[in-house]
């Protein structure tokens, strides 16, 4: 079966420590997607990526960090710049790069606790 | 700048009610439009899409949405709700593949 996984489904992290979220998807899309969610505020962009090897800032992109170095996996780095990271973390792919609008469809989600 | 407003935060229908989740946004040009459906603890799930053509468009799960220009906004509709309906509802309209994403409506089914 094609789709997006993310791991874990359940973090708990000590303050000042940096934690990685797992993305992988196997539908064979370019563009792939990390979004925030906090309860009332909808989702926030924090960064994607187009193709292997580039990606860019979203709207929230401070504290934290990504890579893309392989075309199936996004993982996304909470680091201790963070202030207030516990929310739940959406990763998302789409089809096209280049700027072309299709749909987008999301992992299962991490939810992320700091203590 | 592009932004979508659920203005319903909370929705209650009894279940076999219609239901009708309101969407407006703000673009300049034609947009592509979404409505996803959250369950609790969940990742979101597409319901469907408006891209171009007919503005009434067929979803999964017997919902339908109209896009309707001259009012900026895409409504959710559905005849008759089932308890398996209860879940958090985003719209989401998109330029490029820029995503913006409504706060969401919380739908709660009573029997």
């Known amino acids: 079966d094609g789709g997006i996984t993310q791991s874990p489904k359940y973090l708990f992290r000590k303050e000042g420590q940096n934690v990685t979220l797992s993305c992988e998807q196997n539908?064979?899309?370019?563009?792939m997607y990390w979004y925030r969610q906090d309860p009332g505020q909808g989702l926030r962009l924090i960064y994607y990526s187009q193709i292997v090897n580039d990606f860019q800032k979203g709207d929230i992109a401070e504290g934290y960090s990504v890579s893309r170095e392989k075309k199936e996996s996004f993982p996304l780095t909470v680091t201790s710049a963070q202030k207030n990271p516990t929310a739940f973390y959406l990763c998302a792919s789409s089809i096209p790069s280049g700027g072309d609008t299709d749909t987008q469809y999301f992992g299962p989600g991490t939810r992320l606790t700091v203590l | 700048a592009q932004s979508v407003t659920q203005p319903d935060i909370h929705i209650t229908v009894s279940e076999g009610a219609s239901l009708e989740l309101r969407c407006n946004y703000s673009y300049g040009a034609t947009p592509y439009l979404f409505w996803y459906v959250q369950s609790p603890g969940q990742g979101l799930q597409l319901l469907l899409k408006?891209?171009?053509?007919?503005?009434l468009v067929q979803g999964i799960k017997g919902f339908e949405a109209e896009f309707k220009r001259s009012q900026s906004s895409f409504n959710l509709r559905k005849p008759s709700v089932h308890w398996s309906d209860a879940a958090e509802y985003f719209c989401?309209?998109?330029?490029?593949?820029?995503?913006?994403f409504g706060t969401g409506t919380s739908l709660t089914v009573i029997p």
């Open positions: 989401a309209v998109a330029t490029g593949n820029q995503f913006y």
């Open positions: 539908l064979n899309h370019d563009a």
């Open positions: 408006y891209f171009s053509g007919d503005t």
